[in-house]
Nanobody, 115 residues
Framework: QVQLVESGGGLVQPGGSLRLSCAAS????????MGWYRQAPGKQRELVAR???????NYAGSVKERFTISRDNAKNTVYLQMNILNPEDTAVYYC?????????WGKGTLVTVSS
C-alpha cells in the first residue's frame, strides 16, 4: 500500500508563486514516476508535470516555463514550484505515483489564483 500526502496549496494573487509538496510512504519501488495532475471545476483531470527517478521532467504545454517539478528520492518526495500563476491555474492539484502498472493518488490540494 502507498500513501501520498500533499501540502502547499492555498490562495495566491495572479502573478504570484506557490510550492506544492507530496510525500510518499509505504511500499515504494525503486523504479517509479511521480507527478502532479490537476482538475479544474467542470473539467477533466489533466497532467501538469511528472518526473521519473533518474529521468527528466515532462510538462504540459500550458505550464512550461512557469512550473518546475523536482524530486528528492531519498525522501520519496516530489515538489512543484509554480510561478507566474494565473486564474486558469485554479484547480485541485493531485499528486500521483505510478509504479508496476499501478497508479496511486493523493487526496488533492486546492490552488486558487484570484485577486
Amino acid at each position: 500500500q502507498v500513501q501520498l500526502v500533499e501540502s502547499g496549496g492555498g490562495l495566491v494573487q495572479p502573478g504570484g508563486s506557490l510550492r506544492l509538496s507530496c510525500a510518499a510512504s509505504g511500499r515504494i519501488f525503486a523504479i517509479n514516476v511521480m507527478g502532479w495532475y490537476r482538475q479544474a471545476p467542470g473539467k477533466q483531470r489533466e497532467l501538469v508535470a511528472r518526473i521519473a527517478n533518474g529521468g527528466g521532467p515532462n510538462y504540459a504545454g500550458s505550464v512550461k516555463e512557469r512550473f518546475t517539478i523536482s524530486r528528492d528520492n531519498a525522501k520519496n518526495t516530489v515538489y512543484l514550484q509554480m510561478n507566474i500563476l494565473n486564474p486558469e491555474d485554479t484547480a485541485v492539484y493531485y499528486c500521483n505515483l505510478h509504479q508496476e502498472t499501478l497508479d496511486y493518488w493523493g487526496k488533492g490540494t486546492l490552488v486558487t489564483v484570484s485577486s
